[in-house]
């Protein structure tokens, strides 16, 4: 499903060069669930931007879904990453003045799906993730859990096959981040690829595979990246 080969990327800070990737490979398969492991400025945070399409390697390859991003013009990545890529991140990113429905429909407008379709998803969304009975709740009429089932509704309301996933956990107590790592294992039980950036090793290890990042690189354990 998702195919990175030796892929480099540098930043210039200053004087000084970065190297946020550096020679990285990666192999998702379909409906794996992947942990991306590593601390602060290891460059897991870079390696989700590419896997996003939201960054442009200096090199490499990256395959998505079949997909050489590299040959994709800039129209074509906007639709992937509408189409083909859902996210949730660590903050939920809902808008306050909106329901829990109009949230999770709102990227279907870029769609371009009729107000009915766009309804039928995004209830069908939240019904998958438990909150059918608060659909019409705003963001501060929910707990830190709920909210995050909402950007996860969000992302599944796209019909993409691949979610990816920054600290989805982050702001959550630890019941409600054990929730939200259960419901993320459903999902994968059933059809979706994911990959779950995250510095905490504990959540990491409720994955089915975790790869960690040091200085750019990826490793199999963590004693390989030297981070035990």
Do not use: W
Not at 30 to 45: H, L, Q
Not at 169 to 193: F, P
Request: glycine letters at 8%; one cysteine or more; hydrophobic letters at 35%.
């Amino acid at each position: 499903m998702l195919l990175l080969e030796h892929i480099f990327r540098t930043y210039y800070v200053g004087d000084e060069i970065v190297h946020a990737l550096d020679d990285a490979t990666l192999h998702v398969r379909p409906k794996e669930f992947v942990a991306i492991c590593g601390p602060s400025g290891s460059g897991k945070t870079t390696l989700m931007n590419v896997m996003g399409c939201l960054d442009t390697p200096d090199s490499g390859r990256y395959i998505l879904d079949g997909v050489n991003i590299a040959e994709c013009t800039d129209k074509e990545l906007s639709l992937i990453r509408s189409e083909k890529i859902g996210f949730v991140f660590q903050q939920f990113n809902l808008l306050t003045s909106m329901s829990a429905l109009e949230n999770v429909e709102l990227p279907l407008i870029y769609q371009k799906c009729s107000q009915k379709e766009r309804i039928e998803r995004a209830k069908a969304a939240l019904d998958r993730v438990g909150l059918g009975n608060r659909m019409q709740h705003r963001p501060s009429q929910l707990s830190g859990g709920q909210q995050q089932r909402v950007a996860i509704a969000r992302a599944l309301a796209s019909d993409s096959r691949v979610i990816l996933a920054d600290e989805p956990t982050g702001n959550l107590d630890s019941k409600s981040g054990n929730d939200i790592m259960n419901l993320l294992h459903r999902l994968s039980e059933q059809e979706y690829t994911i990959v779950l950036i995250t510095h905490n090793d504990d959540i990491a290890r409720q994955s089915q595979r975790t790869v960690y990042v040091r200085d750019g690189r990826l490793f199999n354990t963590a004693e390989e990246a030297g981070i035990a």
